[in-house]
């Protein structure tokens, strides 16, 4: 009987401090994600180097909770992250960075049907292959993330909508597996990209960045 409650006794403890261990590293994550998206939303180049540590922390806490897709999304957006800030720099030609544009409602929705589709088939295979958790849901998420993650760094000034209903999606994933910090990062999120909305259309819309195009 004393060993049985000095076991449970020694990996409630454990528990303990795996389970600080993981906020701590939330938290750290957490401040990064913020600093990013306010840096994106002003159109500064270094949110790229706050997204790469952030996800680089994001991609080991989603792989313990079992948010597999998750995982490896944040694998691909520490290799966005350089590819932004490569493309910010000098995307644009003649060693400037590219400039705001918005793209034609045909095309978005050439996007959201050929992302859907793709969603459903890793949903599916990932429920029939994998034990992650929520699935389809996940794979959604995580589908959308990468097509929003390439507008990020092309400037598309729709990709803050897209944001806007991942972000939701995932709080409700969040709150189900406990990361309640990042959960209420993601209600942040939500807010910041409506702002980020209106500053980008406001930058296509002064004198400085020229004319702005639609594509």
């Known amino acids: ?24 590293w939330e938290a750290v994550a957490v401040v ?7 840096l994106a939303m002003r159109g500064n180049i270094w949110c790229w180097a706050a997204a790469f540590v952030s996800t680089a922390i994001y991609t080991l806490l989603f792989w313990e909770v079992s948010l597999l897709m998750e995982s490896l999304l944040n694998v691909y957006y520490m290799a966005m992250a350089g590819y932004g800030f490569w493309l910010w720099r000098y995307g644009g030609g003649e060693d400037q960075g590219v400039e ?30 994998t034990q992650a958790s929520y699935p389809y849901l996940d794979a959604a998420t995580s589908c959308f993330a990468v097509m929003t ?31 309640m910090l990042t959960s209420m990062l993601f209600i942040l999120y939500v807010g910041m990209a409506i702002g980020g909305y209106f500053l980008w259309r406001t930058s296509m819309q002064q004198p400085s960045q020229g004319d702005y195009s639609y594509d």
């Open 1 to 24: 009987m004393i060993d049985f409650w000095s076991a449970l006794v020694s990996t409630l403890t454990q528990a303990f401090e795996q389970a600080n261990a993981m906020t701590a």
């Open 32 to 38: 990064l994600a913020l600093a990013y998206l306010a």
């Open 149 to 179: 993650t390439y507008l990020v760094a092309r400037k598309v000034l729709e990709n803050w909508l897209y944001w806007v209903v991942i972000d939701f999606v995932s709080i409700y994933l969040y709150l189900n597996k406990g990361l």
């Open 100 to 129: 705001v544009v918005s793209w034609s409602l045909g095309r978005h929705l050439y996007l959201i049907v050929a992302t859907t589709v793709v969603s459903l088939v890793v949903g599916h295979l990932m429920a029939t292959h």
